[in-house]
């Protein structure tokens, strides 16, 4: 490309988009790359700002920005996502379906350390729905070395940066502790909140049970419902140190290998995850679930729903960023709990 003045831009080829901007009327591109500078143009221009011109000059070894943006967006799309027509040197991947969201987050960190390029996306390991915007890839300056899509190509591997898995988990078997809620001595509020929190994922409770605070009916109840095929056995409540708190053996004598009994994040630090020979999850809630907008549920119920394994590495470092704010109004997942990993 090479640099003109405006005046002297009739009968040359744009190299670029150009934006312009009118308050509260439009920010678009006023000329697209390509487009062909009339004598009727140039008071456009100069109205918007534009003295000068990059007009294009294709070089052997070098790609416009449009061209380059895509190869980057190559990088990362995957099965589930589509890309928006490229736009002022930029790509957009927007979600097909309700799921999973997930970043390779050290190969993205690893290109977003090459000069002239980036990548930029939303939190890994969050919730998406149909429609919403995944990421958006784009390069520096106008023009590039093709060299450098290359290194960056090299560096990302086979495989894409991102993932959209859709939900797969369908049924639940919930056990509700606590014997004043058994007795009927108090309402049940736990409940209510989960049938909630696990409708938006498409995953229906269909076994329930009140077994009190009763140990062996708690481990019973849960190897009924595995027996009964659910694909998820959730027990809410009875996960502290209090004698009458027994949530956490029940869930031991399952069988199910425990993950982690314990998780760095507040609220939710007496959170319980294992897994059944099968990959079955059993998951232990503590109290804090039932009133706090968001707990350490709210971080590993995505991964659940699709059904991808949450590891101990994982849990642990959910600390980082596992702080909640308590603001008064409480706007989560779009505030920084649990963003930190």
């Known amino acids: ?110 290109l977003n ?49 991102l993932s959209l898995t859709p939900w797969k988990l369908k049924t639940c078997g919930l056990i509700t502790t606590g014997s004043e809620v058994s007795k009927g001595l108090i309402q049940d509020s736990f409940t209510p909140v989960i049938i909630q929190k696990l409708a938006a994922y498409g995953i229906e409770v269909t076994e329930h049970c009140l077994p009190g605070d009763d140990m062996a009916a708690i481990t019973a109840a849960a190897l009924d419902f595995k027996a009964k095929g659910v694909d998820l056995v959730l027990c809410t409540g009875g996960m502290s140190v209090d004698p009458d708190d027994r949530t956490p053996g029940a869930i031991k004598d399952t069988g199910a290998d425990i993950v982690s009994y314990g998780a760095p994040v507040l609220p939710g630090a007496m959170f319980l995850l294992g897994y059944f020979a ?41 600390g980082h960023g596992g702080l909640c704010l308590g603001c008064p109004e409480c706007h989560y997942p779009i505030c920084p709990f649990g963003k930190g990993y």
């Open 113 to 161: 350390g090459q000069d002239e390029l980036m990548i930029a996306t939303r939190h890994t390991n969050t919730a998406v729905h149909r429609g919403d915007k995944l990421a958006g890839t784009r390069i520096i300056p106008l023009v590039i070395e093709e060299n450098k899509l290359k290194e960056a190509e090299a560096l990302a591997g086979p495989t894409p940066l």
């Open 278 to 318: 099968d990959g079955t999850p059993i998951l232990g809630l503590p109290g804090c679930v039932m009133y706090a907008k968001a707990t350490v549920f709210d971080l590993v119920l995505p991964r659940i729903a699709a059904g991808v394994r949450v590891t101990r590495k994982d849990l642990k470092a959910m």
């Open 1 to 110: 490309m090479k640099l003109i003045d405006t005046q002297q831009a009739v009968g040359h080829v744009l190299c670029h988009d150009l934006t312009q901007i009118i308050p509260g009327v439009t920010k678009d591109a006023r000329f697209r790359k390509g487009h062909v500078v009339t004598q009727e143009d140039i008071p456009v221009l100069l109205s918007m700002g534009k003295e000068h011109l990059y007009v294009w000059e294709k070089q052997p070894g070098t790609l416009h920005e449009n061209e380059a943006a895509d190869r980057l967006r190559a990088l990362c799309q995957n099965e589930h996502m589509h890309a928006t027509p490229v736009k002022e040197g930029k790509v957009e991947l927007i979600a097909d379906i309700d799921g999973l969201f997930q970043v390779d987050v050290a190969r993205l960190e690893a």
